[in-house]
């Protein structure tokens, strides 16, 4: 008797690439030819379909979409936070202690862009975030939201980048 699978797992583009270049431990295949994607051509696909609309063959440049979310993943997952997509909470990443069954978000990261989409003409919203632990109503906390900023896209050597 063959078990269908009826659950998939998708994991976002920053944490297969860490999975797969960083710990080793993910082996992303080819559709087509069944055959494992060499970390480099899955760093340049990654790239790719970090654009809207997707490019062909996007230049490298230091605000580079997909780069700079990895960057920031990275960062964070190496220092141990859990870090998960926080579009639901209008920032770029959320990040726990443990994982988002087990507590609460500790802080949430929004990623400034230098050149961002100003739809309508309007600017991007930025803020700071002020909750309560809903385990502990009486006690408030505010918590920040860290900003990060990109470097510059006009940098050409890489001493400049921090």
Request: charged share 15%; with cysteine; aromatic share 12%.
């Amino acid at each position: 008797m063959e078990i269908e699978e009826q659950e998939y797992f998708q994991l976002p583009l920053e944490e297969a690439f860490f999975l797969s270049y960083s710990v080793g431990v993910l082996i992303v295949l080819d559709p087509v030819t069944q055959l494992p994607i060499p970390n480099q051509e899955l760093f340049t696909l990654f790239r790719k379909s970090s654009y809207f609309p997707p490019l062909t063959n996007p230049s490298l440049a230091p605000d580079d979409p997909f780069m700079l979310d990895y960057v920031v993943y990275h960062h964070f997952r190496s220092l141990g936070w859990i870090v998960r997509g926080g579009v639901n909470f209008v920032v770029d990443f959320m990040l726990y202690v443990r994982g988002p069954v087990f507590l609460h978000v500790e802080l949430a990261i929004v990623r400034l862009r230098q050149n961002p989409p100003k739809p309508n003409g309007i600017p991007p919203l930025c803020g700071f975030w002020v909750g309560s632990d809903t385990s502990k109503p009486t006690q408030p906390r505010a918590g920040g939201c860290p900003f990060l900023d990109n470097p510059p896209s006009n940098l050409t050597q890489p001493s400049h980048m921090i």
